[in-house]
């Protein structure tokens, strides 16, 4: 009778197993692990339902915490915990990039949508920092140019197209979200799915950068979560982008205003530089032909130091204050770079001409050093020979030693 219950049991437990669908644990499921003591109680009370008979494998799955099923099931989403945010406006937004040290990096600020326009000091910002290549495909799109190369989210974004239409359901980026904010790390998901009945077939993760590209070339809706927004937005003021953003704008009125002084007084060089550009000086132009030649010659690492020369990057400086109309720091800049030039090239000048002095002053020694040499041989050997033709033959005798004494100096002359 015993065998019998327990196999009696132990097919209703596998017949139970076979008609439900075990869930499975994802990443977002967070299961408690019980201390010491807690372990001891619970397995106490395992072993004692076991001994009477009420504990089952399908009683332990349904014992478990699991705060979502599986990677195939749609991340929760709930409209009303998400605020919908959009671009703010220019001259603050919707992207700042800062090109120092030749790198892209950017910032993109974010407002929730339906704001008052004008944006004010206190209007609440929430700043994403952006690098590399979604950087500059984010700038790109919203700075077209004929002359750009397609990057990995172009190529990708191709083949989502070709994709949608070889495939026999329509679907589509829903919606872009930012989920989450770790240790100043964001984190965002993709929604895809259908069209028109704007059921979620499917959602991954992603880098709101790369998010947001996709966004604004799919025209999908960007949500953040609230409790992101809250803790992660700051007011317009408090932004990274304020103070540059007034700075600039400040230059450019006093550039108007000085604009609208010489437009006045009759002045020529309205709204434009006073001093050439860097590219007309001829240390410029051999730098930037090196950089070219190393380039060209796939000397990647030549290129990176010629790239960040002072001078090369001093001419940068000047070129992007000229390019959102701040003349005169970039006169100043400019000045600055001629002075430097002419110092480097007067400290070369002056350390060449100092050696080419110390080499005339050895030439010059060595020089006189021969003439002695030649001199005092030359006298020596009119000496014997006046020598040699008045003694006759005590003359000779004495003439030997003489000659001796000369042929040792001409000796020690070759050997000098």
């Not at 132990?10 to 003591?37: D, K, Q």
């Not at 004692?48 to 099931?73: F, K, Y």
């Not at 001829?282 to 010629?306: F, G, H, Q, T």
Request: charged fraction near 25%.
């Amino acid at each position: 009778m015993e065998s019998l219950a327990t196999r009696q049991r132990l097919g209703s437990t596998i017949g139970h197993l076979s008609a439900r669908t075990v869930p499975r644990l994802c990443r977002s499921a967070v299961v408690s692990r019980p201390g010491p003591c807690q372990s001891i109680s619970r397995r106490k009370a395992s072993f004692q339902r076991v001994q009477q008979g009420a504990w089952t494998p399908a009683a332990r799955l349904r014992s478990r915490v699991v705060a979502r099923a599986g990677p195939d099931e749609p991340f929760p989403f709930k409209e009303e915990e998400y605020y919908k945010i959009e671009f703010v406006k220019e001259p603050y937004g919707p992207v700042a990039i800062d090109s120092a040290n030749s790198q892209w990096r950017g910032v993109l600020l974010f407002q929730v949508a339906g704001q008052p326009e004008p944006v004010n000091d206190d209007t609440r910002v929430m700043e994403i920092f952006i690098s590399g290549d979604a950087c500059i495909s984010i700038y790109t799109h919203l700075c077209p140019s004929d002359n750009t190369r397609p990057m990995a989210l172009d190529i990708l974004w191709e083949m989502w197209q070709r994709g949608r239409s070889i495939s026999k359901r329509d679907w589509t980026l829903l919606r872009v979200a930012v989920v989450s904010c770790v240790n100043d790390v964001y984190y965002g998901r993709l929604f895809f799915g259908d069209p028109e009945t704007q059921q979620v077939l499917w959602d991954c993760d992603v880098r709101p950068s790369d998010a947001t590209f996709l966004a604004l070339k799919a025209k999908a809706p960007i949500y953040v979560k609230k409790s992101v927004w809250e803790a992660c937005s700051t007011s317009l003021r408090h932004s990274s982008t304020w103070a540059t953003v007034n700075y600039i704008e400040g230059q450019r009125e006093s550039q108007r205003r000085a604009g609208l002084e010489r437009r006045g007084s009759g002045s020529a060089q309205q709204g434009s530089s006073s001093q050439p550009s860097p590219e007309s000086l001829p240390a410029i132009r051999l730098l930037m032909r090196e950089m070219e030649v190393a380039v060209r010659e796939e000397d990647y690492a030549a290129a990176a130091r010629l790239r960040d020369h002072p001078w090369m990057r001093l001419a940068e400086d000047i070129n992007m204050h000229r390019s959102i109309g701040y003349f005169d720091q970039a006169d100043k800049l400019m000045a600055d770079l001629s002075r430097l030039i002419e110092a480097h090239e007067s400290a070369v000048g002056r350390e060449y001409e100092a050696r080419l002095s110390a080499q005339h002053a050895a030439r010059a020694a060595l020089d006189e050093l021969l003439r002695r040499q030649d001199s005092s041989s030359s006298s020596s050997s009119q000496d014997g020979g006046m020598n040699g033709n008045g003694s006759g033959n005590g003359g000779g005798a004495a003439q030997a030693p003489h000659g001796e004494e000369v042929q040792q100096q001409n000796e020690s002359t070759k050997r000098d």
